[in-house]
């Protein structure tokens, strides 16, 4: 990387670590140091909230995951709007009347503290893991470009989060949001224009637009309800609605953000902000993985993306096997390209047969290509067994490093790691304050000044902060490390909302029910997800939102019936 790009890089956030620091230098009580001073405008709740959901792992992932699979991830969001809306009408009212500091807190109340606590639980089992996952996703870059050793890259970026989380908590968070969320935005709309200028120059973006459908890139919307299918219109509405309502509604790194608001209008204002800025956002960035894919039509891709594994086989008894593949994978772009350059002048002559002929033969070759991916797979594990071959997440960064022009390479960096600052501060912000309001001032110490609950809530985010630390360093990549974020909350947050909407709408329902029906309803799910990992079963993640849900909410119904019959 140039010295220019670290420049940038370094001072970008470095600059906002400081305004953060400086602007939260006279926190000096629990109140300000948990929820601010709740005098956030609805702007900066709607950049907070969007900040915070927008981890490292959407500006890595996402882009990667439109290069192999296209745009349908996009239904994955299509149900936010909607979640938006009914918390604003439902849930908002009921956390400004009783000013609560977390979510978990209305639930002592309405049902007794074992249901409080055991949320409250839930909540830090997968909000601890999924911050870890945040502090991995960046390493992974760094350490790869840099060299060093993915635990230390792990260590240094964690360190510089939990500093400035634990001198200024949740306005630290809140105000640095706002810097990051500017960055972020105006780093992939340029990530964009740069995509569309480097194409060649016989390659218009209209061409790029309609080579990228033809190859099934474009697939935004599928009508087709099927349980096993990740994506599609009705995973996206159904189970991703459950989903958005418990993650915004329940999960305290985001309920932290909007009750910092100046009165409840601002934190409405907030949230419908995220609502109608958050799906154009995630397609602006599936878009850019799509350029990219068109961009390697023409320019040739590695035939793997993580150069790491590559070198892995340099000097060993695999490395004439891979120049072989390596020979034959030139071979098959360069043959890739001329069909595209064809397909595009059948485009223009509206050939629609010629447009399906060239399509078939790029089929062909793209499982050409496919195969001596895989084959390249193979070698990387014959060479070191523990290697991670999926190489998706590798697909941005590289255009990144090697295409972008210096100065642009470390603004993008900076794009990922102020993401990765953001959402990773959200988490250990809610962590702790989780522990101490909802367990440690309310069950393990109390009735001690707020000095003591101060401190402890600093202790506590340095605690949570090695926690995610440690996971982090013992994270294995999943499929797609988007999707490993969102499995791992789909996994609790249907119980989670389950919950909280028998707490809201049923009201006859008390916790000797709800407490035993959210075990079940937890068990439940988990296994489920242990019996479609096996291949037993067949249900995407997102459907566990609403099992589990159902699952709370039915049982509770159950249980209450029969405890009012034995009376």
Same mark, same amino acid.
């Given at each position: ?23 939260? #230098? ?49 239904? *994955? ?33 309405? *049902? ?90 016989? &390659? =218009?973006?209209?061409?790029?637009? %309609? ?41 305290? =790194? ?12 601002? =934190? ?20 850019? %993985? ?5 961009? *390697? ?11 790491? +594994? ?10 004439? @096997?891979? @120049? ?41 070759? #793209? ?5 001596? #991916?895989?084959?390249?797979? %193979? ?96 994270? +294995? ?34 916790? #000797? ?11 439940? &799910? ?5 019996? +479609? ?14 099992? %589990? ?19």
């Amino acid at each position: 990387m140039n010295f220019l790009d670290w420049i940038i890089m370094l001072g970008t956030l470095l600059g906002i670590v400081a305004y953060g620091v400086w602007k939260t #230098r006279k926190v000096d009580n629990t109140q300000s140091y948990l929820l601010g001073d709740r005098d956030l405008p609805w702007w900066t709740i709607g950049l907070s909230v969007m900040a915070t959901q927008a981890s490292a792992i959407t500006f890595l992932s996402t882009p990667g995951q439109a290069y192999e699979d296209g745009m349908r991830f996009a239904q *994955f969001y299509f149900g936010l709007p909607i979640a938006m809306v009914i918390l604003c009408i439902f849930v908002l009212p009921i956390y400004y009347r009783l000013k609560v500091y977390t979510a978990y807190e209305y639930l002592e109340g309405r *049902f007794d503290l074992r249901t409080r606590t055991l949320t409250a639980v839930l909540f830090l089992v997968q909000r601890g893991l999924a911050a870890g996952l945040t502090i991995y996703a960046p390493a992974i870059i760094l350490s790869t470009i840099l060299g060093w050793p993915l635990r230390l890259t792990i260590l240094c970026i964690g360190a510089l989060v939990i500093f400035y989380t634990m001198f200024g908590g949740t306005k630290a968070v809140s105000v640095t949001q706002k810097q990051q969320m500017i960055v972020i935005l105006s780093g992939m709309f340029i990530a964009a224009l740069i995509l569309v200028f480097q194409l060649p120059e016989s &390659v =218009s973006f209209g061409d790029a637009v %309609g080579v990228a459908g033809k190859m099934g890139k474009l697939n935004v919307v599928d009508f087709e309800f099927d349980l096993s299918n990740r994506y599609n219109f009705w995973s996206g509405m159904l189970g991703g609605v459950f989903l958005f309502l418990s993650y915004f509604g329940t999960d305290q =790194s985001q309920v932290q953000r909007y009750l910092s608001g100046k009165s409840l209008t601002e =934190s409405r204002l907030g949230l419908l902000f995220n609502g109608i800025l958050k799906v154009p956002m995630q397609f602006l960035v599936l878009f850019v %993985g799509v350029l990219v894919f068109v961009f *390697f039509q023409f320019q040739q891709p590695p035939l793997h993306f993580n150069s790491a +594994n590559l070198e892995k086989l340099e000097n060993t008894t695999y490395e004439n @096997e891979l @120049e072989g593949l390596q020979s034959q994978y030139n071979t098959v772009f360069y043959s890739q390209r001329e069909e595209i350059q064809s397909m595009m002048q059948a485009m223009e002559a509206e050939d629609e047969s010629a447009v399906t002929a060239a399509q078939q033969r790029l089929s062909a070759l #793209r499982q050409t290509e496919n195969e001596l #991916r895989e084959a390249t797979k %193979g070698l990387i594990l014959q060479a070191d067994p523990a290697a991670k071959v999926k190489d998706t997440d590798y697909v941005f960064i590289t255009f990144v490093t090697e295409y972008l022009p210096v100065g642009l390479v470390g603004l993008l960096l900076a794009v990922i790691f102020s993401a990765a600052m953001s959402s990773t501060a959200s988490e250990l912000n809610a962590l702790a304050t989780t522990t101490v309001v909802d367990l440690y001032r309310r069950s393990w110490v109390t009735g001690k000044d707020d000095r003591h609950y101060l401190n402890a809530s600093k202790i506590f985010t340095v605690v949570w902060g090695g926690i995610a630390l440690v996971f982090a360093s013992t994270a +294995n990549l999943f499929e797609n490390l988007i999707q490993a974020v969102n499995i791992v909350g789909s996994l609790f947050y249907g119980t989670i909302l389950g919950i909280f909407l028998v707490a809201f709408f049923m009201k006859k329902v008390g916790g #000797r029910a709800v407490f035993p029906a959210a075990l079940i309803g937890e068990v439940i &799910v988990l296994l489920i997800f242990t019996l +479609n990992s096996y291949g037993i079963i067949e249900i995407a993640y997102l459907w566990l939102n609403l099992i %589990g849900c159902g699952l709370v909410m039915s049982i509770a119904w159950i249980l209450h019936k029969g405890q009012s019959s034995a009376e």
